[in-house]
């Protein structure tokens, strides 16, 4: 089981959950289900029946990850010691709401976005829950979007603060391919035509506009088509994008569009555990 989860049961368990323990036999196995009380995709629901089964639950029948779901749906069957499902409950259910609510966003922005421009990929960034950044890119790939970078080591990404640090476009990207493996791809934030020009000319593998209006953004696309640089490179928008916004910028000739409220702005699903 993954540390992470291990830490979630063990500071919700605390000392050991005494209404349970007080109430119920030690041996008495029961049936539970999970119901959903809202409509969405499913995600994490394999994740879910990992902790289950490593707590010796039995899996009766579930659905999977990636479904359409609707109110009143039975997500998950399980039965087995009763004392061991209360004790899994809020943790099983806090992750799965939350990975099947980054989902349904997701989903819906990636549905909006294909419906103007089917090339652009939808991404998310690491504006994730601290602890759950794992969970929430998961979450992110079951709702159809690209889930970027995983972490730090995943590849080269100068941000606007490393430039400032260095200097300049030009150097930052020079000092990443000095100092870098040849396997990293080299990304690195623009914010204006011209630095888009000398991002390409010096060998970024993918230029990020960032906080770029939709005429901002084109008005680089254009510079680096006008210098015969556009092919060589995939092009990121990012920065200010929402759900509100996107669609203002599907139609540009872009590769990825990332938004961090993919994870920081999405509601959690409502689902419940019922045992009869």
Not at 182 to 194: G, L, M, N, T
Not at 250 to 274: E, K, M, R
């Amino acid at each position: 089981m993954d540390d992470i989860i291990k830490f979630m049961l063990e500071e919700d368990e605390g000392f050991g959950d005494i209404t349970s323990n007080a109430l119920i036999p030690q041996d008495k196995v029961f049936y539970a289900k999970l119901i959903s009380k809202d409509e969405g995709i499913l995600a994490g629901i394999e994740i879910i029946k990992e902790i289950f089964l490593e707590y010796g639950i039995d899996i009766l029948s579930s659905k999977n990850d990636g479904d359409e779901i609707k109110k009143g749906d039975i997500l998950l069957e399980i039965e087995g010691n009763a004392r061991k499902i209360l004790l899994l409950e809020r943790t099983a259910l806090n992750l799965l709401m939350r990975m099947s609510g980054v989902a349904t966003k997701t989903h819906r922005v990636v549905s909006s976005v294909k419906e103007v421009n089917d090339k652009v990929r939808v991404a998310g960034t690491r504006k994730t829950a601290p602890a759950l950044q794992k969970y929430d890119k998961i979450a992110i790939s079951i709702g159809g979007g690209d889930p970027h970078r995983y972490g730090l080591d995943d590849m080269v990404l100068i941000k606007d603060n490393h430039i400032a640090v260095v200097g300049s476009v030009k150097d930052a990207l020079r000092l990443a391919k000095e100092n870098v493996s040849f396997s990293k791809k080299i990304e690195i934030e623009v914010e204006s035509a011209d630095d888009a020009v000398i991002a390409a000319e010096n060998g970024a593998d993918i230029i990020m506009f960032d906080n770029m209006s939709p005429k901002e953004a084109q008005d680089s696309l254009d510079a680096l088509i006008d210098n015969d640089l556009r092919n060589g490179v995939l092009i990121e928008i990012s920065g200010g994008i929402t759900e509100d916004n996107i669609l203002d910028y599907a139609p540009l000739d872009v590769d990825i569009i990332s938004l961090g409220s993919l994870t920081h702005q999405a509601s959690s699903l409502n689902f419940s555990l019922d045992m009869d």
